[in-house]
T-cell receptor, first 117, second 118 residues
Framework: AQSVSQHNHHVILSEAASLELGCNYS??????LFWYVQYPGQHLQLLLK??????LVKGIKGFEAEFIKSKFSFNLRKPSVQWSDTAEYFC???????????????FGTGTLLAVQP | KAGVTQTPRYLIKTRGQQVTLSCSPI?????VSWYQQTPGQGLQFLFE???????NKGNFPGRFSGRQFSNSRSEMNVSTLELGDSALYLC?????????????????FGPGTRLTVL
């Protein structure tokens, strides 16, 4: 079955620490990858996405992610976190259906990040 | 530009009842998807609609259904509610630029409808 795995369920960091959240997906072939963030009380927002091309993707608020095809990974990174980065982070994958079309996203279980001032 | 709106924001129902949730996509967006979010299962895809047609469906029982209207607004219905249906139901819309709609555009999520089944 298609799946997306996020191995870190809870992460606690101090401000200015570096962040790396892991994401692995389970299927080969063409895959589009996304990181979403959900700040407390707010909507899911797109941080960044990878469709093709440069495997290092830069998103909003200083976040970046690296697509490593051989490892089926799409880890999210930020060199220096701030208290305002406290949120839940979701990795998601979309597999373009051959001969079809879809926006269907498969989400990971999410990582709750708490940044201590 | 107004974002995705969902109504109602909160709903309390009892087992056995049925419920209808509404989603208004961003103006001009043609694709609407629905997701269920629970602490135990996370975010799970329910179904998606494009141009009033269901384009894809997740692994949910037939009690979960939906539709899309000509103005792209969408509704989802859950019949014979069970306790396990308590969840945050999220709607997402996207532009789907390509003719015929091939998907893959950024999805914009609404605030969700919090459904509690007692």
């Amino acid at each position: 079955a298609q799946s997306v795995s996020q191995h870190n369920h809870h992460v606690i960091l101090s401000e200015a620490a570096s962040l790396e959240l892991g994401c692995n997906y389970s299927y080969g072939g063409t895959v589009n990858l996304f990181w979403y963030v959900q700040y407390p009380g707010q909507h899911l927002q797109l941080l960044l996405k990878y469709f093709s091309g440069d495997p290092l993707v830069k998103g909003i608020k200083g976040f970046e992610a690296e697509f490593i095809k051989s490892k089926f990974s799409f880890n999210l990174r930020k060199p220096s976190v701030q208290w305002s980065d406290t949120a839940e982070y979701f990795c998601a994958a979309r597999r373009p259906e051959y001969g079809g079309a879809t926006n269907k996203l498969i989400f990971g279980t999410g990582t709750l990040l708490a940044v201590q001032p | 530009k107004a974002g995705v709106t969902q109504t109602p924001r909160y709903l309390i129902k009892t087992r056995g009842q049925q419920v209808t949730l509404s989603c208004s996509p961003i103006s001009g967006h043609r694709s609407v998807s629905w997701y269920q979010q629970t602490p135990g299962q996370g975010l799970q895809f329910l179904f998606e609609y494009f141009s009033e047609t269901q384009r894809n469906k997740g692994n949910f029982p037939g009690r979960f259904s939906g539709r899309q209207f000509s103005n792209s607004r969408s509704e989802m219905n859950v019949s014979t509610l069970e306790l396990g249906d308590s969840a945050l139901y999220l709607c997402a819309s996207s532009l789907d630029l390509s003719s015929g709609g091939v998907g893959g555009d950024e999805q914009f999520f609404g605030p969700g409808t919090r459904l509690t089944v007692l």
